[in-house]
């Protein structure tokens, strides 16, 4: 990835790597930043309207929340030979997966229901919003202190498809 978006990007850490997106942490600029694409450099441009289409949902709905994640910019380089790369940019706020914190027996039920109420927070921002969130699992849930007061946020994924997260239709 860092070869499509240039040196500038040097990629510390591979947080997740799936058919639809790759998530990177890397220093720009001695800055740590997380930085979502396509799993493949270089992308076809309809490949990559899902990223462009998911930073533009979540900068509508973001702001209403410290439960969703938040993407700063959509980065998108073009170049001679007609290949694309485009990513998203968000702060690093040493956020990790829940999946990745999950204890392999599981939450005290304390902090079970202190996680819950946060997710289900998230989810009414989302819902409010006439989104569904197709894909909600422990892997698209971040947990982070350092950017906000709350712990968890989720993370939407369209993951380069355009069915991932469908407007509900509230008139009929």
């Not at 510390?12 to 997380?34: A, D, P």
């Amino acid at each position: 990835m860092s070869e499509a978006l240039g040196p500038e990007f040097e990629v510390i850490e591979q947080l997740h790597i799936g058919k639809h997106s790759k998530v990177v942490r890397c220093k720009y600029k001695n800055t740590s930043v997380i930085v979502k694409t396509h799993p493949h450099p270089f992308a076809r441009r309809n490949e990559l309207e899902g990223l462009q289409k998911e930073y533009e949902l979540v900068q509508l709905i973001s702001s209403n929340s410290a439960h969703i994640v938040k993407f700063n910019s959509f980065v998108v380089k073009e170049f001679e030979d007609k290949k694309v790369a485009a990513a998203i940019i968000m702060d690093d706020c040493g956020g990790r997966s829940l999946s990745h914190v999950l204890p392999a027996n599981g939450f005290a039920v304390p902090k079970f229901l202190e996680i819950a109420i946060q997710c289900v927070q998230g989810l009414q921002v989302i819902h409010r919003n006439n989104i569904i969130h197709k894909d909600l699992k422990p892997a698209n849930m971040v947990t982070f202190s350092l950017c906000t007061s709350n712990n968890i946020a989720i993370e939407r994924e369209w993951r380069g498809r355009t069915d991932r997260f469908r407007m509900r239709n509230t008139t009929t």
